[in-house]
């Protein structure tokens, strides 16, 4: 299969995903590549029998969504991002958790992938925030969730490549990660604020109320108008009142929305209004 054959059944097939090509076309080559090996396994000789296949049978569909998840992940993705969340952002959350009197300070990392946001933040409140800034009774509680359970699985295991610690600051790899067989294996300190569950944040949420939530690269890249509002606004209803919303620097939010004000469109952060 060709790129531009490849090309013209993704632009076929995406919406009636609720995706938009307009995500996958810089990403495309990895979905073409999984779609090429779904074929072999059915045997089929082109996308058109493909594209065929799909219509006679339904539960396709399903296998084909999963095929178009593309997963692109690091630690210390984006630098600024995460700079300015210990700067300013979750000082300002943790002011904000104090003034309800509460101790627990809530977030939700929606497509967490192999755990590399998560534990990010969970690195960052320990080596970054914890020791300096935080009172001695304030906790942490991060909820990870993805759809993928091979990519879960991972995120337990927690020992990634060097390419995936790359990012970090040197003090920070050195201290939170244990080399192991050429592998980084997170330390048990810092994986004890995270938890992860099995969903797709296209129907399910975490239950509870978030002080920040982070979905980055997702929503707002991959799926289209329609489900970006329901998205959003799932998202919405379990912030907190001047919580903080975080999405990727190259996403912007679906126009009209009237739930949240821009607290950096450049770096992506967006504030619930009360």
Not at 72 to 83: K, P, T
Not at 140 to 154: F, H, K, P
């Amino acid at each position: 299969m060709d790129d531009t054959a490849c090309v013209e059944f993704l632009q076929w097939a995406l919406p009636r995903l609720h995706m938009r090509w307009e995500g996958f076309r810089k990403v495309r080559s990895q979905v073409c590549k999984r779609i090429q090996r779904r074929m072999r396994a059915l045997q089929l000789s082109d996308i058109k029998s493909y594209r065929e296949h799909l219509q006679r049978h339904g539960e396709e569909w399903r296998v084909l969504d999963g095929l178009c998840r593309v997963t692109i992940s690091r630690f210390y993705r984006d630098r600024a991002v995460f700079s300015a969340l210990q700067s300013d952002i979750l000082p300002e959350l943790l002011r904000q958790m104090r003034g309800r009197g509460d101790t627990r300070l809530r977030v939700w990392s929606a497509g967490c992938a192999a755990g590399e946001e998560p534990y990010t933040l969970s690195i960052l409140w320990e080596l970054g925030l914890k020791q300096h800034d935080a009172e001695a009774s304030t906790r942490v509680e991060i909820v990870a969730t993805d759809s993928d359970r091979r990519l879960l699985d991972r995120a337990v295991a927690a020992c990634y490549a060097y390419s995936s610690v790359k990012n970090l600051p040197e003090g920070w790899r050195r201290r939170a990660f244990v080399e192991k067989n050429g592998m980084y294996c997170l330390s048990l300190p810092f994986r004890q604020h995270v938890s992860f569950m099995r969903q797709d944040v296209r129907a399910e949420i975490p239950p509870g109320r978030f002080d920040l939530i982070l979905c980055r690269n997702l929503a707002f890249t991959y799926f289209d108008a329609a489900m970006q509002w329901q998205i959003l606004r799932r998202l919405a209803d379990v912030l907190q009142p001047a919580g903080i919303l975080v999405v990727g620097i190259h996403e912007t939010l679906p126009r009209d929305h009237d739930d949240f004000a821009a607290w950096s469109q450049r770096l992506g952060f967006y504030r619930r209004r009360t």
